[in-house]
């Protein structure tokens, strides 16, 4: 049992070693870490200026670019983050962010979701497969997947983009500049667009044309 122990503390030892020695890799390169607690895998890349906070893991083919702030507490798993981006306190899996995103807190990013320039995912929102374009804002409680989304668009507390009838997936194409009320069902395949709203509680399951309200 004794020997037991002393090797799985030897173990233990080694991988804390190693992981340490990635840490102390990274903070000679510019980047700015200052908690033992962060996990850091061999194959992540990530650029002088960047912040990572404690409690943050980032694995696999990640890359994290100048000036973001990663963290406390987030997991970012074969992903890009590009410049000055922010994830709080977030998960991010196999997408891309773009540039000057704010991320969370509490935000699950699923694969391939890209994001352009500008896009706030806030508390407890939920991507998949989909693009978000320049600017857009989706503050909190709201899922979003298999969705094509045009830039600077608002989205309520509560949006969901129902792209799944029990067999197949559909998905959900919205135009720029539009207002998606807060608590709305988008029930895919459906098309949102150019300027077009719709109003708050309301489940479409059709088409909203350009500048259109749809209830």
Do not use: W
């Not at 037991?4 to 804390?16: K, T, V, Y």
């Not at 890359?63 to 963290?71: D, E, L, P, R, S």
């Not at 991010?92 to 962010?97: I, K, P």
């Amino acid at each position: 049992m004794n020997s037991d122990f002393s090797a799985a503390r030897a173990r233990l030892d080694a991988a804390e070693a190693k992981r340490e020695e990635v840490l102390l890799r990274h903070i000679a390169n510019g980047v700015m870490i200052e908690s033992r607690t962060v996990e850091i895998d061999e194959s992540v890349v990530i650029a002088p200026g960047a912040k990572i906070l404690s409690g943050t893991i980032l694995r696999g083919k990640t890359v994290i670019g100048a000036g973001c702030v990663i963290g406390p507490n987030s997991l970012i798993e074969d992903s890009t983050v590009d410049e000055d981006t922010t994830v709080n306190a977030s998960q991010v899996y196999g997408s891309h962010l773009g540039p000057h995103n704010n991320i969370g807190p509490f935000t699950h990013v699923r694969v391939n979701t890209v994001t352009d320039y500008g896009v706030h995912l806030g508390a407890y929102v939920e991507t998949k497969n989909s693009n978000f374009a320049r600017g857009n804002t989706v503050s909190h409680l709201t899922y979003i997947g298999d969705s094509d989304v045009g830039k600077y668009c608002n989205f309520g507390c509560g949006t969901v983009t129902c792209n799944y009838d029990g067999k197949d997936k559909f998905r959900t194409t919205i135009g720029d500049y539009c207002f998606i009320g807060c608590n709305t069902n988008l029930v895919a395949p459906v098309k949102i667009g150019d300027g077009a709203y719709t109003a708050a509680g309301s489940t479409i399951t059709k088409d909203v044309p350009a500048q259109a309200l749809g209830i």
